[in-house]
């Protein structure tokens, strides 16, 4: 995953006042989503993102509980392990810039 955000930045973007940085915070979280694998938190997050963003009340108890679940969620997809990145060794790639495929 390319972590475009972090965990506080996502929390303060969620609760900035100026909407434009709320929905940046969500297009981030989706962002996240798309470089994922398929997971129960991914699945869960997914449909958490879907809901949108509720109405903006920064002292409301229930608004900041919809920050930190989105928070949480978060964190969770990124505490959970990531396959490793395919590569090829350089006798493949040598041999197929030669024409050969045989490596």
């Not at 995953?1 to 709320?22: F, N, S, V, Y």
Request: glycine share 4%.
């Amino acid at each position: 995953m390319g972590h475009k955000t972090t965990a506080q930045a996502l929390r303060e973007q969620l609760m900035a006042p100026k909407a434009i940085e709320r929905v940046h915070a969500m297009h981030a979280l989706e962002l996240e989503l798309e470089e994922s694998p398929s997971s129960a938190v991914a699945e869960e997050l997914e449909a958490f993102t879907a809901r949108g963003i509720p109405y903006y009340a920064p002292e409301d108890p229930e608004y900041r509980e919809w920050v930190a679940k989105a928070v949480a969620y978060w964190e969770r997809l990124h505490a959970e392990p990531q396959p490793p990145v395919a590569c090829m060794s350089a006798p493949t790639i040598r041999g197929r810039r030669h024409g050969r495929h045989d490596a």
